[in-house]
């Protein structure tokens, strides 16, 4: 049931509950901010009142009309209809006792939504005296500026509950995912994998935390890569969330944290905030681009024909963006040839190594872009020193640096991206959300370019599978099973089979 004029009760006035208010205010509810701190409140009401004040004249006057403040929840108005929104700090026994009394303040028809990014909904709803009032509507920070609201459904909740809450954040201009209360929700479990697999890459030596943000931000799309972004939150938040999730799916190694951001905590490393983390901050820290591979002036493309065997958009999109001359040949197996050379192909989730064994030639592998016609950085493997001067000056002549990695299987892009995608098909094969809001999520709540499932489609359900399925060859570890869900989708959509 829609509540258009409904009194907002926002709990807690830090950094969330001050952001909710906002928003709430702004789209015309009477707000009541409550917080035991009068010193949090004073600020929170004028941070809240010049935020406004940037778009609106009116905001100062509009803020005294709408916007209370309370030390004491039991001081709130009662007399119409309130959704309570708790924002306060991130435990559980302190959210239910504070929603225990909020349900008993407002009575039994009011909604109780909680800001919580990391206790079970259900968990905290079970504390209160009528667990189906109880709702998650997790907000991202800064709230006034992201655009996602993840309606979170406990065990317990009803439906019209639900229903309410995603009409009041759609009302306040967000987009809503709904989401079953799982560890982690629907964003911060599938994101797990952005800062896993890459921490993954650096443990196993692939390259560097600079070439990976590089190629992840130049190569994937992405507007900061995982470890500038690790450093921006904070190790110690990230690592905690990580942790947090991790425990929480019973410790499946997906979702396993690193040894090495746990070493950076344990030194005190926090990301920006302490001045040193994978990088270094500060005003004498300088930022140095990673080195992209040499280009050498002896490695003249063009020397040996080219030939490009099947299609696959990237490998075209090279050559046509380098000028080359090439002919082409039918082939299943897409790939370019530099005759007398090697071949070149996009991974499929093996070590350059053994396409090579398997061809019985040398081969470079390239890592996966998300759009090759715009690609400015590209990472490759090769064991062959001759055919990578070539590709490195193909690369050149089509605007991208190249980044030779360790000869690791599945590459950078393409293996944290498959990663991310696993877990979102994995999301939605256990019903937590759908992939409709899991790629809403994932474009909203984390600025992520393009959702998994469109990544998925974009990219082909069948070589991710593929990847995904070759990582597990090589490593065994079960943190590279691939999503049953994404396996019965390639099954019924593939017509030419994986081989
Ligand atoms: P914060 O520390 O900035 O603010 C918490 C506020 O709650 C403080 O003003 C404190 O005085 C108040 N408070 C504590 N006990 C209270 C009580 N019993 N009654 C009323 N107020 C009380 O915390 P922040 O960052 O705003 O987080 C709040 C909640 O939002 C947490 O559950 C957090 O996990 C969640 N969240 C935080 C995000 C973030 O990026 N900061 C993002 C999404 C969710």
Redesign the pocket.
């Known amino acids: 049931m829609s509540q258009p004029l409904a009194h907002i009760c926002v709990?807690?006035?830090?950094?969330?509950?001050r952001g909710i208010a906002q928003v709430a205010l702004a789209s015309g509810h009477p707000v009541h901010l409550?917080?035991?701190?009068e010193a949090?409140l004073r600020v929170a009401g004028s941070d809240i009142t010049a935020r406004l004040s940037r778009r609106d004249p009116a905001a100062p006057a509009l803020v005294k009309a709408r916007l209370r403040t309370f030390t004491d929840?039991t001081q709130t108005p009662t007399d119409a209809p309130t959704v309570v929104v708790e924002?306060?700090?991130?435990r559980l026994d302190?959210?239910q006792?504070?929603l225990r009394r909020a349900a008993e303040h407002f009575g039994p028809t009011c909604v109780l939504a909680t800001?919580?990014?990391?206790l079970s909904v259900t968990a905290i709803a079970a504390g209160t005296p009528d667990p189906s009032r109880v709702v998650g509507m997790?907000?991202?920070?800064p709230v006034p500026v992201m655009r996602l609201v993840e309606v979170v459904r406990g065990l317990q909740t009803a439906d019209e509950v639900v229903d309410t809450v995603a009409e009041l954040a759609v009302r306040w201009g967000k987009s809503v995912a709904h989401v079953r209360s799982v560890p982690g929700f629907i964003v911060n479990r599938v994101a797990r994998a952005f800062y896993g697999e890459s921490l993954r890459l650096v443990e196993e030596r692939a390259s560097t935390p600079e070439a990976i943000d590089e190629l992840m931000r130049s190569a994937g799309g992405f507007r900061m890569g995982p470890f500038e972004l690790m450093d921006l939150i904070g190790n110690d938040v990230n690592f905690a969330v990580t942790q947090s999730v991790w425990t929480s799916y019973h410790y499946d190694p997906r979702f396993a944290p690193s040894l090495i951001q746990s070493e950076l905590i344990a030194a005190g490393r926090f990301g920006r905030k302490t001045g040193q983390g994978f990088y270094e901050y500060g005003e004498s820290a300088e930022r140095t681009r990673p080195l992209a591979a040499e280009v050498k002036a002896e490695a003249v493309t063009g020397a040996t024909p080219v030939v490009l065997h099947g299609s696959d958009d990237q490998l075209e999109a090279v050559l046509t963006r380098s000028g080359l001359e090439f002919s082409r040949e039918e082939s299943d197996t897409p790939r370019i040839e530099f005759v007398s050379l090697g071949s070149v192909m996009v991974t499929r989730g093996r070590s350059a190594r053994e396409e090579s064994a398997r061809r019985s030639e040398p081969v470079l592998l390239l890592d996966r872009c998300l759009d090759p016609s715009t690609a400015t950085a590209l990472a490759l493997a090769s064991a062959d020193a001759a055919l990578t001067d070539v590709v490195v000056a193909l690369l050149d002549r089509a605007g991208i640096h190249a980044f030779p990695m360790a000869d690791i299987p599945g590459l950078v892009v393409a293996r944290v991206l498959s990663m991310i995608a696993n877990e979102a098909w994995e999301t939605a094969h256990h019903g937590v959300a759908t992939p409709d809001d899991i790629d809403i999520a994932m474009l909203l709540g984390t600025n992520y370019p393009i959702g998994p499932f469109a990544w998925s489609a974009r990219w082909s359900t069948r070589r991710v599978l593929e990847l995904l399925d070759a990582l597990w060859s090589s490593y065994h570890d079960p943190r590279y099973r691939a999503s049953h869900a994404l396996r019965a989708e390639v099954q019924t959509t593939s017509h030419d089979g994986l081989g």
């Open positions: 709990i807690g006035a830090g950094t969330m509950g409550v917080d035991p701190d949090q929840l924002a306060i700090l991130e302190i959210k006792a504070v800001n919580t990014s990391s997790h907000f991202f920070n």
